[in-house]
């Protein structure tokens, strides 16, 4: 019946033949159909479900939120890239403000650097974190940070109390997913994980973290040990001494351009003398309270000097900073710039704040804003309503290493053998059985062989590293002794740096100043200064060691207590510097003082490119024009590759084979030796120097360590100048001379970047190939795409490099990509606050797909940096979003 429907039809006889196919087809069809409907609502509903999952994490930054715990209102004005700025009536308000928006913002970020701090990882993301945490529990970040917390003063410890208070009161609000996305990842594996409270010594366990991250030549020291074990099997201690001085040469003193320093005077702190009083001049019984201090000046020839960033801590790790005094700006006013070289992080290891009391009291003396870092409170890069300052790494060696001679559990100690320290620490694990860990010390400190395989190594024969430093001494004990390696490090001992920061934001006055600075001793730090009165200032702070016999070249015999610290340089006999003659005081991590300071400081200094460079372009600038606050920014974005310049001049009458490898080598010859992100000279001239390091160092029968490109610069520069020096031939690459290594080497850069960017050189990009991905620190790099996508972003084409003043690291011999970074840059006008400038890698949220997630990555790219309003008239006119947090009840 044919008015049945098609079901009938497909019945009929007359169709039989066809009936199973259509059959078939029209059950796939809506089978098919099914499916995709299927799907599709599966994906409408995981798209809302992650949606919701995500948004529901981010904070209410509008309206009103009743607290506990706060005395009266206290108001969060956002401005458009999410930078709060927070006033409140009493101390205890404004730092349990800031850690509650800290909270907001970044807490899952907080949480996770408290578990690395306490050595509690392996609880959060299981057993293959265990052996991080047993290193870190050696160190004992943690229990250095609470013996802070205990000795503190009551005012600074109720800061750190509300801050936490403030912390916690979020968190009594939300849990799980609500706090960050990436509790929603881990509750997937880790389903029983929940947050604890946050406690004081959470925040100052943090600037242990940034101790190790700046902890200077530690690395050096190890790759030094190594190559001295590897050297020893064909070489007496002398040749070995002689090749590592060649490899790691001091800071060229007498051959770079350095800033040296005059000696002038200060009053010490807590006089009431005017620094301004005293000079070099005055009579020695006349400044009885005055104390050594450092005055600047230009040394000749100062535009081809260079630095680096110092030790192997990671390519890039350092930073730049410098103040130029009113007499050479436009304004009359100091401009102070500061731009700390970090490791690439993703949310940035830097928040923007502002902290303000509502009026300005002993009780409330705060109106600060600046840089902070999430998970502590204050504000450690700024200006107040006075003053300004700045940091860059001191790069002074405050770390050693002893090899200990060890019998049982005991050690050998000026020929007595006396028990080793020992307690037990329990890791737990998610998902796995407790790990118990037993950490065994020596008077110098944690024993750390066991736990790294250089460690292991150094103490397995660490002879010749010893006998290269000069100790020759024959070990303690017998047959039942065997070695072990121990750390030294001024970060182990309790100290006062989490005092400082509010130091700091209170000063007034370079006296004031320089008392905050006595109090910040680790990680020791370069302190630039400026005040709204025109002075300028430089304070070498830090609890910086008195060595005995040794000087931390290499181990040390742990043995013998004449190689033991004996104390800390006073810091009324540190390096200051107060309105130098010169106009301008720059700090790029390079040699603070010359050799004849009468404190070793150490030998591990950056070269001083960077630092020289700075310096060049301050007196040129300054030369033709008064400086301006965009002039700051500019040389701040400066890339010359001070290598890169050399290798051109080197290559000059050298062949090479190939048109393509000529047209590359054309390149550098118009090239303004400037690391711009669209340069393809930039792209060849880093490829081939990274073949050419590679080529003398690394590919040999027995490899060279490559280390910082900094110390490179240096080495190859002056094997450049003495073309028979034994290092330019390679057996292994059939290469016996300087021009056919540079001719090799220009060859193969060439193929690898053809191979990368194509064979027209003219379309190379520098900024392709040294591209930045931001990884967050735990999830990002998980190994699961869809979950690093959730959290990861970019690539983003930068230009600089390394040892360049714009500082984008890259690891030579691994990838282009960039892996260090200026994390920050701000440009202080104490002219007028209002006019000053910021920016971070980043931005102000942790929270994936938050709209100020990354929203200032593409400006820190380019260079670009936004307003930053300080008055109060500009952050009213700048609020974009206001939340005001109210006593609950």
Known sequence: MMTTGSTEIVDTPHHSDDAPRRSLAARIGRIAFLVVAAIVVVAVAAAFFVTWTIQRS???????????????????????????????????????????????????????????????????????????????????WRTVAEAEVAAMDDVTLG?????????????????????????????????????????????????????????????????????????????????????????????????????????????????????????????GAEMQHAVTTIDWREASDVIEAASLLVGDVGEGIGSNSWVVSGDLTDSGKPLLANDPHLGAS????????????????????????????SGLPGIVIGHNSQVAWGFTNLTTDVTDLYVERIEGDQYWRDGALVPLETSTETIKVAGGDDIELTIRSTVHGPIISGLTDDFTAIAETPEPGLAAGGAGLTPPGGDGSEYALSLRWTALDPGTSATAIFALSTAQDFDDFRRAASLFDVPAQNLIYADVEGNIGYQAPGRLPVRGAGDGWLPQPGWDSAYDWTGFIPFEELPVSYNPGSGYIVTANNAIVTEDYDYFLTKDWDYGYRAARIVDLIERRAAAAPLTAQDMRDIQMDSEMWIGKRLTTALDGVEVDGAGVEDAVDLLRSWNAQNTASSAAAAYANVLWSNLVQNMFAERDEPLPIGGQGRLFTVVSALLDDPSNRLWANPQLGVTSRDEMLAFSA??????????????????????????????????????APIEALFNRGPYAVGGGASIVNATGW?????????????????????????????????????????HYTDQTADWATGTQRPWASSTKAVDAAARQTLVLTPAG
């Open 58 to 140: 981010f904070p209410q930054t509008e309206g009103e939120i009743p607290l506990d715990g706060l005395q009266a209102e206290v108001t969060v004005q956002r401005d458009a890239l999410g930078v709060p700025t927070i006033t409140a009536d009493s101390t205890d308000d404004l730092f349990y403000a800031q850690g509650f928006v800290h909270a907001q913002d970044r807490f899952f970020e907080m949480d996770f650097r408290r578990h690395v701090t306490a050595g509690r990882v392996a609880e959060m993301f299981g057993e293959s974190q265990a052996g991080t945490d047993a290193f870190l529990r050696t160190l004992g």
């Open 159 to 283: 800061y750190y109390e509300a801050y936490s208070d403030g912390v916690n009161a979020y968190l009594q609000s939300r849990s799980g997913a609500e706090l960050s996305l990436e509790y929603a990842v881990i509750g997937m594996q880790n389903p029983d994980y929940t947050p604890e409270p946050w406690e004081p010594a959470d925040s100052v366990a943090w600037l242990k973290a940034m101790a190790w991250d700046l902890r200077t030549n530690i690395e050096d020291e190890t790759e030094r040990a190594l190559l001295a074990a590897q050297l020893a099997d064909g070489s007496d201690a002398a040749t070995t001494r002689q090749t590592l001085d060649e490899l790691y040469p001091g800071y060229p003193f007498d051959e770079n351009p350095v800033i040296v320093p005059e000696i002038s005077s200060v009053p010490a702190v807590g006089t009431d003398v005017e620094p301004a009083a005293f000079s070099a001049d005055d009579d």
């Open 346 to 373: 993703l949310p940035s290891v830097w928040y923007q704040v502002q902290l303000r009391c509502s009026e300005v009291t002993a009780e409330c003396p705060f109106d600060v804003g600046g840089f902070s870092f």
């Open 747 to 784: 060859e193969e850069a060439y193929d690898e970047l053809s191979a990368l960017q194509g064979t027209n050189v003219d379309a190379w990009k520098w900024g392709d190939l040294h591209a930045i991905t931001l990884t967050s620190d735990t999830l990002g790099s998980s190994g699961i």
């Open 811 to 851: 690891d030579l011999g691994t990838s282009y990509a960039t892996t260090t970074v200026p994390s920050m840059r701000m440009v202080v006008d104490l002219a007028d606050f209002d006019d000053s400038t910021w920016i971070h890698l980043t931005g102000a949220s942790g929270h994936a797909f938050h709209e």
